[in-house]
Nanobody, 125 residues
């Protein structure tokens, strides 16, 4: 069993920055990849970024490229999402997720077995 505990988030003005953290724990944490998703009110959950745990290969949705950076600390079993130049349209509930199995479809929420509790990010104008 894997538990993902998120921290960070909050209220920030447009143009500001926030960092989200996702700490993984369990009997043995061995993840293929960690992803970040977000869900705004009335919208479907959408992919934001993903990183393969061992090799550190990253992928981003187009709308956050150049502004967000996903990273991980393998020793701490923690993933991060650094969000810079935030825009109002980044406002959403953000979730981290862990995929234990190899997959090439890291943009699909269905590929992830475990999810964090979610953390709200609100960007004001």
């Amino acid at each position: 069993q894997v538990q993902l505990v998120q921290s960070g988030g909050g209220l920030v003005q447009a143009g500001g920055s926030l960092r989200l953290s996702c700490a993984a724990s369990g009997s043995t944490f061995s993840s293929y990849a960690m992803g970040w998703f977000r869900q705004a009110p009335g919208k479907e959950r959408e992919f934001v970024a993903a990183i393969t745990w061992h090799s550190g290969i990253t992928d981003y949705t187009d709308s956050v490229k150049g502004r967000f950076t996903i990273s991980r600390d393998k020793a701490q079993n923690t993933g991060y999402l650094q969000m810079n130049s935030l825009k109002r349209e980044d406002t959403a509930l953000y979730y981290c997720a862990s995929s234990l199995q190899f997959t090439v479809r890291l943009m699909r929420p269905q590929e992830y077995e475990y999810w964090g509790q979610g953390t709200q990010v609100t960007v004001s104008s």
